[in-house]
């Protein structure tokens, strides 16, 4: 039985330039998309792994607008597609963009065929292991960058995490409260060069006008009434290392100005101080606010924004990360009860339905919560849907085919039938209508455990 080929969809409109990489790259199937409507018709239908796109397409050929909606939407449909971008505009802005905005690399044409070979070759490789990892990560709970997560949205955020932890760069984290913001903020920096230095981190929301001053830049002694000793402040405190200011949309505007100043000239001024200090500090920040409407506004300075947001990193919902609340919940509940030395083992099937059928407006905080009281309110060893006080249902995601609409049930079900029968093969076959045999094969193709 021969091997089908990795599939790689070519996303490019020069006709001399399609027929080179079809003939480059002979390892593969590849499929040739001339513009963005049949990209998409092509990844629904083939689910490619990884993708090359030229971000010059038709109708902008001249522009990247075309390009980079391409980008948005094939993403969107399949989040752990690898895409690596082309173009001849602005190479290196487009590319910046185009990384934050979920891009996995990037090439400058003219093209270096066995350079790009290269690049395509590591997606591929890349690919493959994250598949492995989220394998892994459904039979017990992979941790990836201190985060326990198997959905590929949030493996795609660590990824980028990842990618830019190296990067002496600040970094801009958006995501609704209770995301994990501060998780991934530490995350980057044990994964920095910076990891042996210090993480500092500050809730710009949580402390009065009046006193962030103080607790960002220091003060000297006597520089106002209770300043009994000079005071180093954040930035200070996280020289070597890493300051992270959380919910950074709160700073107030002539704070903002001396900010900006450190992070152009990286030297702060104590508060009644006089002589420059200067500080090596990465600035990690993140906010749950709209920053680009508060700059429109005029709440939030432009070149601050700039400054912060060399690299920004997107933080799905709970919500929008597949199969992570059942996997976290898992979690809380073994370091709760284990930590209260309660005998709480597990959850019932209708609870497990319950977690997967909510919203979680809350994320992964108000998971915790829910958990953690569930824990302590529990009669018997196995929290209830009432245990968590959960109702309703979620809007289920767009699938990218039926295939995947077909597979996604047949998971659910035979999940669901294992929690009632308690694992008992037997009795997992006889609740779906099936064969032993049949069920064993269907749990080896979609990698499952009792």
């Known amino acids: 039985m021969t091997t089908p ?27 040739i998309a001339p513009d963005r409507a049949t990209a998409l018709t092509l990844l629904r239908a083939e689910e490619p792994a990884v993708a090359t796109l030229d971000l010059g397409l038709p109708p902008d050929p001249d522009g990247v607008s075309e390009g980079f909606a391409a980008l948005a939407e094939m993403l969107a449909l399949k989040p752990d597609l690898k895409v690596i971008v082309a173009s001849g505009h ?81 970094v801009m984290l958006l995501g609704a409260s209770g995301t994990g913001k501060e998780v991934l903020a530490r995350s980057l920096h044990d994964a920095s060069p910076r990891g042996s230095g210090a993480f500092v981190a500050i809730n710009c929301a949580a402390i009065p006008e009046t006193l962030l001053e103080s607790e960002l830049f220091g003060h000297e002694k006597g520089a106002f009434t209770g300043a009994v000793k000079t005071t180093e402040g954040k930035i200070e405190q996280a020289a070597g290392g890493t300051l992270f200011l959380d919910e ?29 200090i200067a500080v090596d500090t990465r600035i990690v920040c993140a906010t749950h606010q709209d920053v680009d409407a508060m700059v429109t506004d005029g709440r939030f300075r432009e070149d601050l924004y700039y400054r912060l947001a060399e690299i920004v990193v997107r933080i799905p ?14 979690h809380f509940l073994k370091r709760h009860a284990a930590a209260m ?35 302590i309110m529990a009669d018997g060893s196995h929290i209830t849907a009432d245990d968590l006080d959960l109702t309703g ?15 996604a049930a047949d998971r659910a079900a035979i999940r669901q039938a294992l929690a009632h029968a308690e694992g008992n093969i037997s009795g997992t076959a006889r609740l779906l209508g099936i064969s032993r045999p ?11 455990q009792p």
Do not use: C
């Open 5 to 31: 080929l990795p599939k790689l969809l070519v996303v490019e409109d020069d006709p001399g330039l399609q027929r080179q990489l079809r003939w480059a790259y002979d390892g593969y199937e590849v499929l």
């Open 317 to 330: 919902a709970l919500a929008e990360r597949s199969g992570d609340a059942v996997l976290l919940a898992r």
């Open 248 to 276: 950074i949309g709160d700073v107030p505007l002539p704070l903002q100005v001396k900010l900006l100043r450190f992070l152009q000239e990286r030297v702060i001024e104590r508060i009644g101080g006089r002589r420059p």
């Open 90 to 170: 602005g190479e290196r802005e487009s590319a910046r963009r185009a990384i934050a905005e979920g891009a996995w690399d990037f090439y400058a044409k003219p093209i270096d065929i066995d350079a790009l070979g290269l690049i395509v070759a590591r997606a591929f490789h890349v690919h493959a292991l994250e598949a492995e990892n989220r394998r892994l990560a459904e039979r017990g709970g992979e941790r990836a960058q201190g985060l326990v997560t198997a959905s590929p949205e949030m493996l795609k955020v660590t990824r980028m995490i990842e990618r830019v932890a190296g990067a002496d760069v600040s």
């Open 341 to 375: 030395k309660l005998p709480v083992k597990g959850f019932t099937p209708d609870a497990i339905a319950a977690i997967e059928g909510w919203g979680w407006p809350g994320n992964v905080r108000e998971l915790e919560n829910r958990v953690k009281r569930a824990v």
């Open 438 to 448: 049949t069920l064993y094969d269907l749990m080896k193709a979609y990698d499952l």
């Open 393 to 407: 249902d979620a809007a289920p995601a767009l699938p990218i085919n039926l295939r995947a609409v077909r597979e």
